[in-house]
Structure formats: C-alpha cells, structure tokens
C-alpha cells in the first residue's frame, strides 16, 4: 500500500480535539482526507446552539463523523461545565440503586447528546472504586461493590445506546484500587488475577454482555496480566483478556496518549504506534496537543511505523474498520429518529428528580433541619483533578442564597484558612461543605476546629461519603448542579 493510502487509514484511527467553539480549517480538511473522529472538551462549548451547529458543520465534511466527547455528566461534563452538570453522576446512582433510574438518566443524557450532535460518548465509567484515597476517580464510579457497579454499568450502556449514542465504558481493566493518577505518573494495580476476575473485571463483563460499542483503555501497569507493558500498551491486556477472553468485538479506545502515564516513558507518537500495535483500534488526542501539528506527527509515526514493520499493516486496517464500523452503527442508530429540541438551559428534570433520591442524611437531623435562619456557608475547596476541570462551578451556596435569601458564604482553599473560618457567621446556622472530607487532612483539622466551637453546624458532603463528620450531615454523592441544588432544598425545608 502507498504512503498515501496508509496516510488514510491512520488519519481513520485519530480522535484529535480542536480550540475553539467552531471546527478550523484543517479539522475540515482532514476530514476530507480520511479522518474518523474528533474529540470535543468544555473549551468547544459555549451553549446547546452553538455546539449543535459546530457538529453539523463537522457532519457537513464527512456525514459518518464520529463526534466523541467525554459526558459522564456528574462531576466531569462538558455540555453543561458552564452550569455543572444538572443529572446526578454515578455515585449517587449507584447509592440510590435503582438500575431503572439509572437506565432513565443515561437515556435523557442520550437523547440530549443525539440532539446536540455527537455520537460517541466516552461514558460509562466502569471503574470500582474500593479505593478510598483514589484522586481521580472517586465519585466517578457507581461505588465501591463490583455486582452494584455492574448492574448499573450495564444500565447506563443500554439507556444511552436506546437514545442513538454509542457508549464506550472505562478504563480497562480498572482504575479504581489506586492512589495515583494517570494524567500525571503509572499507576501501579496490584490486585491478583484472582482479585481482578472478583473486583475489576466484572462491570466490563457486564458492558459487554450489554452490549457496549466501545471500551476505553486505561494508562494502568496491572503486573497480574502484564508486568512490563502497561494496559494500553499491552497486546496480552487489549487482545488475549479483552478481545478473546471477554469476548468484546467493538471498539477499543485509548485513553488520550498525552497523559504522562504513557507519553513519559514511550513518547507521545511512541504510545499511540505501540498501543495500535496492541490491539487498539482509535487513539484519543487532544486535550493538551489539540493542533493540526499533534495530528500530523501521530499520523506520520503510524505511516512510518508500517512502513519499518513496527505496526503491521493488517493491524492498522483492522483498526480502521472497527472505526468504520462504529460510524455505520452511529448512522444507523440516528437513522429515523424523531428530532429533538436542543437541551433547556434549566437542565434535566429527570437528573434534579434523581439527584433528589440519591441524597442521604445522618446524625440527629431533628431541630437542626430545615435551617431556622439565612446561613453562614463555608465551602472548603479542594485541589481538582484534570478529570473534572477548572471551568465546571460547584457549591452550596448560589442555590441555598436563592432559597434563604441573606446567606453568605465563603471559599476556602488550604493555602487561605483564616483562623476561625466562621468568624463571620455570628448567630446564623453555619453549613461547611467539603468534597472528599477523608482525603485531606487540612480540611479534617479546620471542620473538626469550627465543629468543637459551633457542634451546631451541618456538614455537607458533596465527595465520596467515605467519613461522617458532625452530628448532622448531608452527603449529596457528587458536586453536581442537581446535587446541590437537592441538597439546599432539603436544608430550606423543601426537601
């Protein structure tokens, strides 16, 4: 096969991202020439219009386009990161447990993303997260019991595949039992084979078995199944484990080869020629190099790596099928569907309702709720991981002020603690809310300190419920828009 052709079938295989709220000029161009997919982050919204049309002008170029975006809605969303995200994430899924809810909610979110343009969500996380000290991936998962994440894995997967959008479940073979994140160092799994067959493996059993069209890698060293090559890399991970062993026939995604877990040790280029090797069919790319000139030099190495005989070429065609095969499914799911309106800024009744059930209270909430009074609101805030972003708005206390008019609040990160951070509260109730209380231990000292002085307080939980502070506390199971907004209707008394 010439250059040119090869050219082709690796421009096939990319998933690049973009800047900018309308497709440039090589994006369209590419797509011309062979390109497969994009990728869309926060950056490439500004509101449901907009990115209706930005989709539509990527469909003009090549009407198959895979459009992939990273929507898990919860905590990490990108079609509501101006607002956050008005469903509830997984976790507070997970703790109402109610696969039809669930099933309910990925639908609604499908139908929005349907209406909006894309086609491949990279979504469900399918991660169980028995780790509690886990920073990336936390409230991301359905929680911490495998049969509990598999059922609703398999729930999200059919409720989102119903509404058109392929769904693609992640990061193979498991993110959940680790301290380290993979946008920033390897992450190390040293679960047994046995362990990983009990825990980790089974909601992507469970996907599979449901039908998912896409299953995303994750930058994992799991020694159990490859001591030296990490999962995406791995050929005994993506073909032996994967693909005959569970017996998945879709698409197999990487997570984006940028991430230090991979480009640190193999390169940039070097990652993405090595896990196509593997057995991946679709290399994700963008969030940090998201120009034409990241493309060109990840589609040049795949040429030049068939060329020299690194990458068979009958590899990278099977690759390319598999995407093509993909796009013909996401054709055919639009195919006669009746048009949506695009998405309200008001968001999702069906999230707000869900978000209202996933809510737990504890301690001796009797003559502490509803609040009697407008509150003094402390929101401590912790470091964010790259998963969720800078852009996406969190808290209490814009929704609670618009109920008990007169509520202050206050933001406070480790490097700005006052002394006493209720100072200013006087005689109002005092509401602190933290985001994964049991991680960090200068958040622990300055509630334990305002709780020995004010016992009254309540505390609202907006992380992993993993430590019970104060004698009344809220854990709302995520920071969501819909999370909070349940959580200030219950402290308003109208919950």
Not at 45 to 68: I, K, N, S
Not at 164 to 176: E, I, L, S
Not at 256 to 276: H, K, N, Q, T, W
Not at 359 to 383: C, M, Q, Y
């Amino acid at each position: 096969m010439n250059e040119r052709n090869l050219a082709g079938l690796a421009a096939a295989v990319l998933q690049p991202g973009f800047v900018g709220t309308t497709p440039p000029d090589w994006v369209c161009r590419w797509l011309g020439d062979g390109l497969g997919a994009v990728v869309l982050f926060a950056r490439n919204v500004a509101d449901p219009g907009q990115l209706a049309a930005l989709t539509a002008t990527l469909r003009a170029e090549r009407p198959d386009v895979l459009v992939a975006i990273d929507e898990e809605a919860g905590d990490v969303t990108r079609i509501e990161s101006v607002a956050g995200s008005s469903r509830p994430g997984n976790l507070a899924l997970g703790a109402v447990d109610d696969p039809a809810l669930t099933e309910e909610v990925a639908r609604d979110l499908g139908a929005d993303l349907a209406a909006l343009g894309v086609t491949l969500n990279y979504a469900p996380d399918a991660d169980v997260n028995d780790n509690p000290a886990n920073p990336v991936i936390g409230v991301r998962a359905f929680g911490a019991e495998p049969d509990l994440v598999a059922r609703h894995t398999a729930a999200w997967v059919r409720g989102l595949q119903s509404a058109g959008v392929a769904a693609c479940a992640k990061h193979f073979p498991g993110h959940g039992d680790t301290r380290v994140d993979s946008h920033h160092d390897l992450p190390r799994i040293g679960a047994s084979r046995a362990r990983l067959d009990a825990v980790e493996l089974v909601p992507f059993r469970a996907a599979v078995a449901a039908g998912v069209q896409a299953v995303m890698t994750g930058h994992l060293l799991v020694p159990a199944l490859d001591a030296e090559l990490p999962a995406t890399l791995s050929p005994r991970v993506l073909g032996d484990l994967l693909r005959d062993e569970l017996g998945f026939s879709g698409v197999v995604v990487t997570d984006a080869v940028e991430m230090r877990a991979v480009a640190d040790r193999y390169g940039f280029a070097g990652a993405a020629v090595r896990a196509l090797a593997a057995g991946a069919d679709a290399v994700c790319v963008g969030g940090e190099h998201a120009d034409e000139a990241a493309a060109r030099h990840l589609r040049d190495a795949i040429v030049a790596a068939v060329v020299s005989g690194e990458l068979p070429e009958e590899r990278l065609a099977e690759a390319a099928k598999r995407v093509g095969q993909l796009a013909a499914w996401t054709v055919a799911a639009r195919a006669g569907r009746p048009a949506r309106s695009l998405p309200d800024a008001d968001g999702s009744p069906i999230g707000l309702a869900a978000a209202r059930r996933a809510l737990r209270v504890s301690g001796a909430p009797a003559g502490r709720l509803p609040l009697a009074a407008p509150a003094h609101v402390v929101e401590f805030v912790p470091p964010r991981n790259i998963a969720i972003g800078p852009e996406t708005p969190w808290g209490i206390a814009e929704p609670l002020a618009a109920l008990l008019p007169g509520t202050t609040t206050v933001r406070l990160a480790e490097t700005d603690l006052p002394a006493d951070p209720v100072a200013d509260a006087g005689d109002r109730p005092v509401v602190l809310v933290v985001r994964d209380l049991h991680r960090h231990d200068w958040m622990r000292t300055a509630v334990d300190r305002v709780l020995t002085d004010r016992p009254d307080a309540v505390v609202v939980e907006l992380g992993v419920p993993a430590l019970t502070a104060g004698r009344v506390h809220v854990a709302t199971h995520g920071a969501t828009r819909a999370g909070a907004r349940a959580a200030a209707e219950l402290l308003a008394g109208l919950g």
